[in-house]
């Protein structure tokens, strides 16, 4: 948790691919955080997959950041270091975006914004949706990884038994906001397995 007086900068960007849920349920758990200020990058397919895959329309979604940007405008003031952030997730990142961090094609303030967190040392958590994946695209993804980045492609898990779509998207996010050290309760700590029942495993 950010100290007292303090304000911690998170960058969330919206890429566009499937999966516009992960970056909005973002927004909305990180609004609710005491000393966090969200800093949103949505691409222009971002915006056009957002307003397929929910309710919400662009201008709602950009009213739950602190500070919203235009992905065209990389003179903007994440487009340095010395903007300080304590990190950045992109939710969802395409392939097209993952593609250039990897190789540096920072034509946009989203892949300009992930290659200044990359080489500022901060975390850069990329929830990469695309399956399956042939060798080119985890070549990229391995290299990425080398380079720093997180790779958590958002994943449902089943051994939390859940019960509603909120209930997936909030398990993957747990686990965002623990590589961001924000204090989360979306993911109960791993206690073990259970006994199966009628005997012994």
């Not at 989203?110 to 901060?122: P, S, Y």
Request: proline fraction near 5%; hydrophobic fraction near 40%; aromatic fraction near 4%.
């Amino acid at each position: 948790m950010a100290r007292e007086g303090t304000v911690r900068r998170i960058v969330v960007g919206i890429s566009g691919s499937t999966g516009a849920i992960y970056g909005i349920r973002l927004l909305q758990i990180l609004r609710d955080v005491p000393g966090v200020e969200t800093h949103l990058i949505i691409t222009a397919p971002g915006k056009r997959t957002l307003v397929q895959e929910t309710e919400m329309s662009v201008r709602e979604v950009e009213a739950l950041a602190g500070v919203t940007y235009d992905n065209k405008d990389i003179g903007a003031s994440l487009a340095s270091g010395s903007f300080r952030t304590a990190g950045m997730v992109i939710a969802p990142c395409s392939i097209k975006t993952a593609a250039g961090l990897a190789y540096g094609f920072a034509d946009t303030l989203l892949i300009r914004a992930g290659d200044v967190t990359l080489k500022e040392g901060r975390s850069l958590v990329l929830l990469v949706r695309e399956t399956p994946l042939h060798v080119g695209h985890l070549r990229m993804l391995t290299h990425l990884a080398e380079t720093g980045a997180v790779i958590l492609p958002p994943m449902p898990a089943f051994y939390n038994r859940p019960k509603t779509l909120d209930d997936i998207v909030n398990h993957t996010l747990g686990r965002v906001l623990d590589h961001l050290g924000i204090e989360q309760h979306l993911v109960p700590e791993w206690r073990g397995t259970q006994t199966p029942r009628g005997g012994n495993a």
